[in-house]
């Protein structure tokens, strides 16, 4: 069936590293697929998205490029902050009505 | 302002007693979802619902009940709580699916004793 792999946490890096989380998926079809992070005590926020293979979804400094061919959406960011220390989500959502999460990355990024 | 409202924050119950956690969105959203959050487990979805009198169900549906009778309602009901329903749970609602941006809830930390 559908799901999400999703890189074991927790993360630590120190301010200004380079972060990737990885993500990959398993679905038919043609899926689009999510970043979503969670700060302490909130529900979760859309991070970027992309919707069809080779689309490059970004923001606020996070990018992840949609590949077909190895059926993943790793998450990258050149030089975080600790702002950025959060639970991070990837998610799919295949051909149909569901969204399917992957387990969560822990990142926290210490000064 | 823009927002799911879910409601209550925390609830401890007793298993058995029926509960009731309700989910409001104020942005004429079409579909709306509930997950619960385990550790380990990331989000799980319970059930969805893509319009009024529309529900199905999502990978984890035992236990619980929904209803959508309005369209910026959708409540999750749990008949007969048991301590494995202990867990955070999120309403989320979008525009439409599918490819559509989901806004979450605050969460819901739900303890069965």
């Known amino acids: 069936g559908d799901s999400v792999t999703q890189m074991e946490g927790p993360v630590t890096l120190s301010e200004e590293a380079f972060l990737t989380i990885n993500c990959t998926y398993t679905a038919t079809g043609y899926p689009s697929l999510f970043w979503y992070v969670q700060y302490p005590g909130e529900g979760l926020q859309l991070l970027l998205k992309a919707t069809k293979a080779d689309d490059k979804g970004s923001n606020k400094g996070f990018e992840a490029t949609y590949r077909k061919e190895t059926t993943s959406f790793h998450l990258e960011k050149g030089s975080v902050q600790v702002s950025d220390s959060a639970v991070y989500f990837c998610?799919?959502?295949?051909?149909?009505?569901?969204?399917?999460f992957g387990t969560g990355t822990s990142l926290t990024v210490i000064p | 302002e823009a927002q799911v409202t879910q409601n209550p924050r925390y609830l401890i119950t007793v298993t058995g007693k029926k509960l009731t956690v309700t989910c409001s969105q104020n942005?004429?959203?079409?579909?709306m979802s509930w997950y619960r959050q385990d550790p380990g487990l990331g989000l799980r979805q319970i059930y969805y619902?893509?319009?009024?009198?529309?529900?199905d169900k999502g990978d984890v549906p035992e236990g619980y009940k929904v209803s959508r009778k309005e369209k910026r309602n959708f409540p999750l009901i749990l008949e007969s709580p048991s301590p494995n329903q202990t867990s955070l749970y999120f309403c989320a609602s979008s525009l439409s699916a599918p490819n559509e941006k989901l806004f979450f809830g605050s969460g819901t930390q739900l303890s069965v004793l």
């Open positions: 998610a799919l959502q295949p051909t149909g009505n569901q969204f399917y």
């Open positions: 942005m004429n959203h079409e579909y």
């Open positions: 619902s893509m319009n009024v009198e529309v529900t």
